[in-house]
């Protein structure tokens, strides 16, 4: 199913969590970054179109602000999301050069959702840049975030942009290859799901963990995600964005995830 929702689809919001875009010691790994993008790049030439939800704010600011690593206060969490949106604006931005594609920065929040016309605005913004060749980066606005404001999590935020946009698909690149019945890191013998039709069904199925070291989500969010976006006709793909050529193989059958047809 997976490589045939990927051929249909011309549009396609890409969600990609902050674990999949750090290395091992936490820091931003630009060489997963061109790989991504030089997939991409023959997506595009194929005809398709995507918005980027990319996670990785706070990371790309611990890269940079290493003094800040063990600060917890709010304040300093979004002065370094503040730092770090510029850092990852530009490993993008240096990633996406080689293939002469221009990005753009968006940064939401709920409110922005919230008001009838912003949430025009910002649609119309989207196909703008999309139809003269350019890519939206979408991402919280963690520098000015607090609770009442806050999106939560960029699953959400993705499934948001998916149906602001009318995407015909939401890809959310992971750390995970997709739904388990329980957490496979915990249990071995963990049952991977496919292909879920039914997502009410699955409350009764499965073991939900917590989130992982860097994001603020986890599959929960995930879930979640599919079903706001699945009643809008959009289906949706959890699969692991780390591994080798991931949406590439993805789109052969020669990597598993989870499909949410809708």
Not at 195 to 217: C, K, P, R, W, Y
Request: charged letters at 20%; one cysteine or more; aromatic letters at 6%.
């Amino acid at each position: 199913m997976i490589p045939r929702l990927i051929a249909e689809a011309r549009k396609i919001v890409i969600k990609i969590g902050s674990n999949t875009l750090a290395d091992q010691d936490g820091r931003m790994n630009a060489a997963l970054l061109e790989e991504i993008v030089d997939q991409l790049g023959a997506f595009i030439k194929a005809g398709k179109q995507f918005v980027l939800v990319s996670s990785g704010a706070q990371v790309a600011g611990l890269s940079t602000m290493d003094k800040w690593a063990r600060k917890r206060d709010i304040h300093y969490r979004q002065a370094l999301c503040a730092v770090g949106q510029v850092e990852l604006m530009d490993a993008w931005r240096r990633a996406f050069a080689p293939h002469k594609i221009h990005i753009a920065q968006i940064l939401l929040t709920q409110d922005d959702f919230n008001d009838p016309i912003r949430t025009l605005n910002m649609r119309n913004t989207l196909f703008t840049l999309v139809d003269e060749g350019i890519i939206p980066i979408i991402n919280e606005n963690d520098t000015v975030s607090v609770e009442e404001i806050k999106i939560g999590d960029n699953d959400t935020l993705a499934a948001q942009s998916a149906v602001l946009w009318s995407a015909d698909l939401l890809i959310l690149l992971s750390d995970i290859d997709g739904l388990y019945d329980k957490n496979p890191r915990e249990f071995p013998q963990a049952e991977f799901i496919g292909e879920v039709q039914d997502i009410d069904a699955l409350h009764g199925g499965i073991s939900i963990g917590g989130a992982n070291s860097f994001g603020t989500g986890g599959i929960a969010t995930k879930i979640e995600a599919a079903r706001r976006v699945v009643p809008y006709g959009i289906p949706v793909i959890i699969t692991h964005g780390g591994k080798p050529r991931a949406l590439e193989a993805l789109a052969s059958g020669a990597q598993r995830g989870t499909a949410f047809p809708a």
